[in-house]
């Protein structure tokens, strides 16, 4: 069964500082997407990569992607109060279409 | 830009009554999916559809629900008996599935069944 695990789940930070939001997933997959939900809305897709090395900006968010480890990252660069959402991390069955959704990572941006 | 639409916003209804969910995809997509959002929780898959059947339903997809595409542009999520649990935002999606999967959402119909 695959599983999409997304840490941390609930981030606090300061305008201005960098972090990055990492999504592990436990069999193998070469497509990767980040969505953002702002509170009581719908799903924006962001970022979709589709291979290995795979590495999209905008504005202050970049995304890659490492298949080998399994592992993406969403980097969030001088962060601003308009990037206070959650990001979620889906990843694609191959077999069916189907996304294997994270559980979500809450990011509270302060001024 | 094209996207995908939802009614209603929101539907308030009484346990046991039945409801129905509508969305239209975006009209040269293939593939169609409801998922449903409990307050503050993950995203969880419910159906996909593809070709005019369910490609995949999950655990909580049960003989309560079914879906229905029954012209060239309405999708539709059918609770037949609802419960308390089934309150929830409900999010249709499509795909045009060809080459990768990205699925563009509609904005979703909050559901209070009371």
């Known amino acids: 069964e695959l599983k999409v695990e997304q840490n941390p789940l609930f981030l606090s930070m300061q305008e201005g500082k960098n972090y990055t939001i990492y999504c592990n997933y436990s069999?193998?997959?070469?497509?990767l997407y980040w969505y953002r939900q702002d509170p009581g809305k719908s799903l924006e897709s962001l970022f979709v990569?589709?291979?290995n090395g795979a590495v999209k900006q905008e504005g202050r968010l970049m995304a890659s992607l490492d298949t080998k480890a399994r592992l993406s990252t969403l980097h969030i660069t001088a962060a601003v109060h308009d990037l206070s959402a959650t990001y979620f991390c889906?990843?694609?069955?191959?077999?069916?279409?189907?996304?294997?959704w994270g559980a979500g990572t809450k990011l509270i941006i302060k001024p | 830009e094209p996207e995908v639409t939802q009614t209603p916003s929101h539907q308030v209804t009484q346990m046991g009554q039945e409801v129905i969910l509508r969305c239209v995809p975006i009209?040269?997509?293939?593939?169609f999916y409801w998922y449903r959002q409990i307050l503050g929780q993950k995203v969880e898959f419910l159906v996909s559809?593809?070709?005019?059947?369910?490609?995949?339903k999950s655990e909580i997809f049960d003989d309560q629900f079914s879906v229905e595409r029954p012209d060239g542009s309405n999708f539709t999520l059918k609770i037949r008996s609802t419960k308390l649990e089934d309150s929830a935002m409900y999010f249709c999606?499509?795909?045009?599935?060809?080459?990768?999967?990205?699925?563009?959402f509609g904005p979703g119909t909050r559901l209070t069944v009371l």
């Open positions: 069999t193998t997959s070469d497509r």
């Open positions: 990569l589709l291979s």
């Open positions: 559809f593809y070709n005019n059947e369910i490609s995949e």
């Open positions: 889906a990843v694609d069955m191959d077999s069916n279409y189907q996304l294997i």
């Open positions: 999606a499509s795909s045009g599935g060809r080459l990768y999967n990205e699925q563009f």
């Open positions: 009209s040269n997509h293939l593939y």
